[in-house]
């Protein structure tokens, strides 16, 4: 018997895709999910035919948006905690590019997503074939090109028999915790349907699990060193704590030593928002608990987190000169940045391993000083969230009444706008699953195909997405996509009639009102007609006592309902955060940006360490 097996390049890539598998909770899945697609020419006749004929080990879901579909993709990953991912294959040109967008979000984001774009002949014999975009001095340069500087790992298969050597790099990169990201496999339309002898052991069936990097035994006991002499310590918690499934090593670890620990977005809820030890969000978003801790700690140990600037409040909680930075981090880029003392590994075992090292030494002075902090900064939260009979909320307002509605088993989904910075300081994650935020791109649109992707995950969480009417018009395809795979998304819309938070930001940058909120005479969008079109339950609220009743109504019901309120477009929480970097003309004829940029030149020179 003939150990090869002839195959088309298309064939190989499902076939080895399905013979990949991951361990989730002790049952053996495959490892990636399935495949989102959208058909054209350059995939319908190649990746078309082999995901037809491999629908039952490799489901496919049609879509309706390239870089909708990628996102949904990529929030599966996330809420999977990259323990699982999906492809995404589509036609060539703009098919393609219309996923550069999420691509870069997986980027930034640190998730896996597997890019399966068609591309232009590898023979060139039709060129230009249709959608081709044609570089005058280099005719290898295709439209996928575009993906080189937001893919970890990108190829360009030009023969089926690459595939043998390029398949596994992509595997590793998507499997990797410190390398993880988006992988681009462009895939020329004749080499799609190209065939070739693969041996059939290439699709032998492969296990893929969690691989944990141990500290260095030089940097840890540096580490357990900078931590021994802290009398002031703070935690920033990132998603890394989430990636590495250390939520509950953490809040032992915090318990033990009582340290209290504030959140990044992506970290948010790793620690139950009433653990004792949580002081809230930290950074430009941040409670008002955190970030004072964070000024005047004198060592803070960052996990798992890219340290960006909403975190360190563009660098300003870190300018203490005496203050030590610990950084845990998998991934040796991150674990360098300000100049960390660095403790490269997976989070769970630096975690585990410190434990062993440290002994508690809190002061209790210091302790009854984080728990009044804390508690102040909870009734800040009260304060903010309360009921109210207004018929223009603020976002705060709703949020708390997604937030009391939403259950135990809530997750609620976000990414841009206003709401994400009042999410990260407001919301009361009661678990580990209960917050998704993309806030790593803040990519407006990603709110309700990144529902769909956290439903497919999690088909037994009530997910919740909240958005503005902003992001809802930039993308809401997904909700068509919602309602025929029969996953049901809630969504709460919040019409403040354009760009509040640019319009908010506009302003105190000296600005005046312009091009950020529609004009009054603009006449108002139909949201719930535009809902019900694409097939959802969509009802009108007037204030936040009917959005709770609505909420609750709604809840067992199963098709997508998405339910609008009219809120505030000038309100933001003022209680907590901390100061951001949005660079100010420095020559303006308006005597506001003049006064506000002598403004930010003087925050500039007191809180940079750049200046
Ligand atoms: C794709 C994309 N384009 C532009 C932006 C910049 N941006 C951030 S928030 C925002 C306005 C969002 O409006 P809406 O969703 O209504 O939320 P609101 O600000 O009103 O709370 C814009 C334009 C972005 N983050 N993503
Ligand atoms: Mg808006």
């Not at 060129?127 to 575009?146: I, K, M, R």
């Not at 809630?490 to 319009?503: A, M």
């Not at 529609?518 to 969509?538: I, K, N, Q, T, Y």
Request: hydrophobic share 40%.
């Amino acid at each position: 018997m003939s150990d090869r097996v002839r195959l088309t390049a298309s064939q190989a890539i499902v076939r080895y895709l399905s013979a990949q598998r991951t361990v989730v909770d002790g049952q053996e899945v495959p490892l990636c999910a399935g495949v989102f697609a959208i058909f054209g020419h350059g995939n319908v006749a190649g990746m078309g035919e082999a995901l037809s004929a491999s629908r039952a080990e490799l489901p496919t879901y049609r879509a309706h948006n390239e870089q909708a579909m990628a996102h949904a993709a990529i929030a599966y990953a996330k809420t999977m905690r990259r323990r699982r991912f999906m492809a995404c294959t589509t036609s060539i040109g703009p098919g393609a590019t219309n996923m550069v967008t999420a691509a870069a979000l997986a980027h930034v984001n640190r998730l896996p997503v597997l890019l399966l774009p068609g591309d232009v002949f590898a023979s060139r014999r039709p060129d230009p074939v249709l959608q081709q975009v044609e570089d005058f001095g280099d005719p290898t340069v295709t439209a996928n090109d575009c993906f080189r500087p937001v893919s970890r790992y990108w190829d360009r298969i030009s023969r089926p028999e690459q595939l043998m050597r390029s398949l596994p790099q992509a595997l590793g990169v998507l499997t990797d915790p410190a390398e993880c990201g988006p992988v681009t496999l462009a895939l020329p339309q004749d080499v799609q349907a190209e065939a070739w002898e693969y041996p059939i052991s290439f699709f032998q069936p492969r296990i893929h699990e969690l691989t944990r990097l141990g500290p260095d035994t030089r940097q840890l006991t540096a580490a357990a060193e900078a931590i021994r002499r802290a009398k002031q310590p703070l935690i920033i918690a990132g998603g890394g704590v989430h990636y590495a499934q250390a939520c509950e090593t953490l809040a032992r670890f915090a318990e033990r030593f009582s340290i209290p620990v504030a959140e990044t977005q992506a970290g948010k809820g790793a620690l139950r928002w009433n653990h004792p030890q949580n002081v809230g969000s930290i950074g430009v978003t941040g409670s008002s608990a955190a970030n004072e801790l964070a000024r005047d700690a004198d060592v803070i140990i960052a996990i798992g987190t890219r340290l960006q600037d909403f975190t360190t409040a563009s660098s300003s909680l870190f300018r203490n000169p005496r203050r030590q930075l610990v950084a845990i981090n998998v991934c040796r880029f991150d674990a360098a940045k300000f100049g960390a003392l660095q403790l490269q590994g997976d989070a769970l075992r630096a975690l585990d391993e410190l434990n062993v090292l440290l002994e508690p030494s809190v002061s209790a002075e210091y302790s009854a000083r984080v728990k009044h902090l804390a508690q102040t900064w909870n009734s800040s939260v009260e304060a903010a969230t309360a009921v109210s009979d207004t018929t223009l909320p603020t976002d705060a307002q709703v949020l708390g009444a997604v937030n009391r509605a939403i259950g135990t088993n809530g997750t609620v989904v976000c990414a841009a706008g206003g709401l994400p910075g009042e999410l990260h300081k407001l919301w009361r994650a009661q678990d580990s699953d209960a917050y998704h935020l993309e806030y790593g791109y803040s990519c407006m649109g990603y709110e309700i195909a990144g529902g769909l992707g956290v439903k497919l995950a999690r088909p037994d969480r009530n997910v919740v997405v909240m958005v503005g009417d902003g992001s809802y018009l930039m993308m809401n395809s997904e909700i068509a996509t919602a309602i025929a795979l029969g996953l049901k998304l809630t969504i709460v819309l919040l019409d403040n009639r354009g760009y509040g938070c640019i319009s908010r930001l506009q302003k105190s940058c000296g600005g005046t009102a312009f091009n950020n909120l529609l004009e009054e005479a603009a006449p108002a969008v139909d949201f719930v007609a535009h809902a019900r079109s694409l097939g959802a339950e969509s009802l009108q609220v007037n204030n936040v006592r009917e959005l709770e009743r609505a909420l609750n109504d709604t809840r067992a019901q199963t098709r997508t309902v998405v339910i609008v309120i009219n809120t505030d477009p000038h309100h933001s929480t003022a209680a907590g955060g901390a100061w951001w970097d949005v660079a100010v003309p420095e020559v303006s004829g308006s005597k506001d940006v003049a006064a506000a940029n002598e403004k930010y030149r003087k925050t500039l020179r007191d809180v940079s360490d750049l200046e």
